[in-house]
């Protein structure tokens, strides 16, 4: 089992940046293909993107290709999720999972973290 934290959250301008980190305890985190998903008011929780066991493998939906980068620290058991160009349209409560299997486009996950707020002003 993996218990997950999110930190990095804030209030930021269009345009800015922001880094959201996702720090796991428990055993064999390195295991694990972590994933990172929204969801604004009013709306479905949405995946944006996901990283493999070994960092080099990571998917992307379209909408935040470019903007968004994930990656791991497998030796600080955290995830990152580096934000750039933040629209308003990003605005949403931010969450990491983590899932057991190696599959990146699956939406199903098994760990969830409680999720930081994520606001863009125009």
């Known amino acids: 089992q993996v218990q997950l934290v999110e930190s990095g959250g804030g209030s930021v301008q269009a345009g800015g940046s922001l880094r959201l980190s996702c720090a796991a305890s428990?055993?064999?985190?390195?295991?694990?293909?972590i994933g990172w998903f929204r969801q604004a008011l009013g709306k479905e929780r949405e995946f944006l993107a996901a990283?493999?066991?070994?960092?080099?493998?990571?998917h992307y939906i379209d909408s935040v290709k470019g903007r968004f980068t994930i990656s791991r620290d497998n030796a600080k058991n955290t995830v990152y999720l580096q934000m750039n160009s933040l629209k308003p349209e990003d605005t949403a409560v931010y969450s990491c999972?983590?899932?057991?299997?190696?599959?990146?486009?699956?939406?199903?996950?098994?760990?969830w973290g409680q999720g930081t707020q994520v606001t863009v002003s125009s």
């Open positions: 999972a983590a899932r057991g299997g190696p599959t990146l486009t699956s939406k199903q996950y098994d760990y």
């Open positions: 428990g055993r064999s985190f390195s295991m694990y293909t």
């Open positions: 990283i493999g066991w070994s960092a080099s493998s990571t």
